[in-house]
């Protein structure tokens, strides 16, 4: 089974949907914690590339 490469977009859908789910309160007690889990590692995914989108807009805006 091959991974899709996760982008900003996709990992930002996610975590819409991931907010979506725990909103409604009708995820199940046993989901909570993966969801959650799942949710940090988006939201890192998500903050490293935007500090490395970052270094380069620095980068390219010296030159």
């Known amino acids: 089974m091959s991974k899709k490469k996760l982008t900003y977009q996709s990992a ?3 975590l819409q949907s991931i907010c979506d789910q725990l909103e409604s309160e009708e995820v199940d007690v046993d989901q909570i914690t993966d969801l959650v889990k799942r949710a940090n590692e988006l939201v890192k995914f998500c903050q490293d590339r935007l ?3 970052e270094k380069d807009l620095s980068t390219v805006s010296k030159d």
Request: glycine share 16%; charged share 50%; net charge negative.
């Open 51 to 53: 500090r490395g989108i």
């Open 12 to 14: 930002y859908d996610e």
